[in-house]
Every structure is written in C-alpha cells, then in structure tokens.
C-alpha cells in the first residue's frame, strides 16, 4: 500500500469516502500488521490536519460563499439537482410529499438529500448533533426542518447561492 499516494487523492474526497478510510484505518490500527498499522495511523493524522484546516477556511466565508464553493468544488448530479428543485419549488413540505412529488417511494427525498449535505459537509459547515453518538443531522445543512409539522424549507442564504449556480424553482 502506497499511503503516499492515497494522501495525495484525500482533498478531492467526499466526506463518505474519508469516513470509511478513516473506518479502514481504525480497522489496520487493531488488526493490521506494524506497516499498516503505522500508514493507517498517518492516514488518520493527515485526514485530521487537513479537515481542520478545511474547517478554519470555511468558517470564515460567508455562507452564499460556501455554498456556491461546494457545489462548484462537486457539481451536482442529475439526481442531487431534481432534489433541490423539488425543495425549491415545495417549501414547507414533508419528506413524504416532496418524496412523492420526484415520484418517487417511502421518504427516500430525506435519505438523498442528507446524504448530498453530507458529501460536502467539510465546504460547508458542520451538521447539527444532538449528543455525542449522533451521526449528525445532515439534511439540515442547507434546509430548515420544523418539528412541528416535520417540514423542510430551503435556508434563504441557500437559495440564494444556488439561484447563482442556475438552479432555481419553477417560480422565480
């Protein structure tokens, strides 16, 4: 294993693709033999400089900036622009309906769209955790979510820097 090349690669991963390196590495650290224990021990070190470092970047810009870097960084799928169209256009909509306006089944708008926040969490900002377990509320990086009615709406500086990338609702 060439750990060198494999640090190289890191800033142009997702925040899931360091997650299970970083899974790996804590694997190698208990399993593996003193060579992989020492790379995957480098591994966790350089993914802990550079995401503070990305953190420390970040926090300094304005949200609208954030987002606009993010989403720039790593353009949108296909599948990652019909779920903010559908945000857009349905604000104040439960993960049901907007779900069911992408014609799709179950609440699988919520589990895309957490797991869109999640890929670009380290551009962004970090999720909302409730305790010290929680994996994070990923969804709620860009959207509001009411607990009352369990809706979702669009956070206002989010419309606004995706309205600069050309991704608007229908009425605009």
């Known amino acids: ?19 299970r390196m970083r899974d790996n590495a804590d694997r190698l650290l208990t399993t593996g033999t003193a060579p992989q224990q020492a790379a995957a021990q480098q ?10 470092q990305e953190r420390d970047a970040v926090r300094h810009m304005p949200v609208v900036e954030r987002v606009v870097q993010a989403f720039t960084k790593r353009p949108p799928s296909e599948t990652e622009e019909k779920l903010l169209r559908v945000l857009l256009d349905n604000p ?9 306006a992408l014609g799709w ?3 699988s708008w919520h589990l895309h769209f957490g797991t869109m926040c999640q890929n670009r969490e380290a551009d962004l900002w970090p999720a909302e955790r409730f305790d010290k377990e929680d994996k994070g509320f990923f969804s709620g990086i860009l959207a509001e979510f009411d607990p009352n009615g369990a809706t979702f ?5 989010v ?5 600069q990338l050309g991704i608007h609702g229908k009425a605009r």
């Open 159 to 163: 419309v606004g820097a995706l309205a």
């Open 92 to 100: 104040g909509s439960t993960s049901s309906a907007l779900t069911q």
């Open 1 to 19: 294993m060439n750990i060198a090349k494999i640090i190289e690669t890191l800033p142009e991963k997702s925040a899931a693709e360091r997650a």
């Open 105 to 107: 089944g179950a609440q």
């Open 43 to 52: 591994l966790k070190d350089v993914l802990d400089t550079l995401e503070a």
């Open 153 to 157: 709406t669009m956070k206002p500086e």
